[in-house]
């Protein structure tokens, strides 16, 4: 079975940084794009960002272009979510999950068309 864990949230204040991790399990990262999507109450579920590990393709909402990195540790079976210069706007539960496509990751990136949801770890940046 397929299992993501999402862990490395927690509260920081504004500007400052946290690392998510989306350790998997019952699946190669080869096989699969893995994306980071997060939520608010009483809004819709918004993509943030995904990666395809084999072909290196990575996708980045608007918002966190610049601010958030994502990685891959295969070796691992780990996707990582760096995300620096956090802002109060980022505030929300973050989720991982996983697709197995031959898209690239750009193409893929929408929470209904991923297959394998994780539970989230909330992440709070206080001003």
């Known amino acids: 079975d397929v299992q993501l864990q999402a862990s490395g949230g927690g509260l920081v204040q504004a500007g400052g940084s946290l690392r998510l991790s989306c350790a998997a399990s019952?699946?190669?990262?080869?096989?699969?794009?893995i994306g980071w999507f997060r939520q608010t109450p009483g809004k819709e579920r918004e993509g943030v960002s995904c990666?395809?590990?084999?072909?290196?393709?990575?996708y980045y909402e608007d918002f966190v272009k610049g601010r958030f990195t994502i990685s891959s540790d295969n070796a691992r079976n780990t996707v990582y979510l760096q995300m620096n210069s956090l802002k109060p706007e980022d505030t929300a539960v973050y989720y991982c999950?996983?697709?197995?496509?031959?898209?690239?990751?750009?193409?893929?990136?929408?929470?209904?068309?991923?297959?394998?949801w994780g539970k989230g770890t909330q992440v709070t940046v206080s001003s």
């Open positions: 999950a996983a697709v197995k496509s031959e898209y690239n990751s750009r193409s893929i990136c929408y929470y209904y068309l991923m297959k394998y």
């Open positions: 019952g699946l190669i990262l080869d096989d699969y794009t």
């Open positions: 990666i395809k590990s084999s072909d290196g393709s990575t």
